[in-house]
């Protein structure tokens, strides 16, 4: 099992910047995948971003490409997401999520940090 937490979120105005981060311990030998994703009000959790853990390959939806950078630090078991020119749709909860090779679904979550955009 893997133990992920996440860390960074806060109030920001439009136009800033927010770094979360999300360190993992137990069986990270076991990573593949880490991932972002967020939770507005009323809405669905969507994945926004992605790393292959070993090989540094990225992911990103279309609603944050070009803004949100995702990068990791394997010596620290650590997964980052850089959120610039935040936008007050971006206010929700951010979960980050690891996935075992082979796996299907991301089967260890975060708890979620919040993450709120003024207009």
């Known amino acids: 099992q893997v133990q992920l937490v996440e860390s960074g979120g806060g109030l920001v105005q439009a136009g800033g910047s927010l770094r979360l981060s999300c360190a993992a311990s137990g069986r990270t030998f076991s990573i593949y995948v880490m991932a972002w994703f967020r939770q507005a009000p009323g809405k669905e959790r969507d994945g926004i971003a992605a790393i292959d853990w070993n090989g540094g390959t990225t992911w990103y939806a279309d609603s944050v490409k070009g803004r949100f950078t995702i990068s990791r630090d394997n010596a620290k078991n650590t997964v980052y997401l850089q959120m610039n020119s935040l936008k007050p749709e971006d206010t929700a909860v951010y979960y980050c999520?690891?996935?075992?090779?082979?796996?299907?679904?991301?089967?260890?979550w975060g708890q979620g940090t919040q993450g709120t955009v003024s207009s």
């Open positions: 999520a690891s996935r075992e090779l082979g796996a299907v679904e991301y089967d260890s």
